[in-house]
């Protein structure tokens, strides 16, 4: 009679617990920026990179999942990550750099509930230049005067609003 009692109650609650079920509705984003060319970093140094998304939709939006075409690339956020209806938020990854050299390109795709697709698609590359042994190169030299007070990178590289990549459009 228990047994039977026992059954009826696991019964009843799996047939409550499945009509609760509830689809997650889709979001509608803009990525600013997705395809990026990263000026030259030097082997071992680690790049951050950050994507602005801005959520256009009325429905809230989780990313579940990020996945990359290198370990070397990590993210800096806790998942899920979630952007409110109508704000801005960020996908904030590292890139490593200790393990590559020369031309470098990379690919992060994140993964949650995007309209028209499961996942939004995020590019950058750059060339990794070994450190020089004798004497500093360009890119040490730019590296240095980027961390100066003085802006002579002003004139070289344009104004400090400027987001240190540039884009193909």
């Known amino acids: 009679m228990k047994k039977n009692i026992y059954s009826t109650l696991l019964i009843s609650l799996l047939l409550i617990l499945s009509g609760c079920e509830k689809k997650l509705k889709q979001a509608e984003v803009i990525v600013v920026d997705p395809v990026r060319h990263y000026y030259p970093v030097i082997q071992g ?16 939006l989780f990313i579940r999942e990020i996945q990359t075409t290198c370990g070397c690339i990590l993210p800096r956020d806790e998942l899920p990550l979630v952007i409110l209806p109508h704000k801005r938020g960020s996908i904030n990854m590292a890139f490593n750099s200790i393990k590559n050299t020369g031309y470098a390109l990379h690919y992060i795709w994140c993964y949650g509930n995007f309209k028209d697709s499961t996942y939004v698609e995020l590019q950058f590359d750059t060339n990794v230049v070994p450190p020089a042994d004798f004497s500093r190169d360009y890119e040490e030299l730019w590296q240095h005067q980027k961390s100066s007070p003085v802006t002579v990178n002003n004139f070289v590289d344009g104004l400090s609003h400027q987001k240190g990549y540039y884009t193909d459009n």
Do not use: G, K, Q, R
Request: charged share 25%; glycine share 0%; hydrophobic share 30%.
């Open 45 to 60: 140094d680690i790049m951050n990179v950050t994507y602005e998304i801005e959520n256009i939709s009325d429905n809230p």
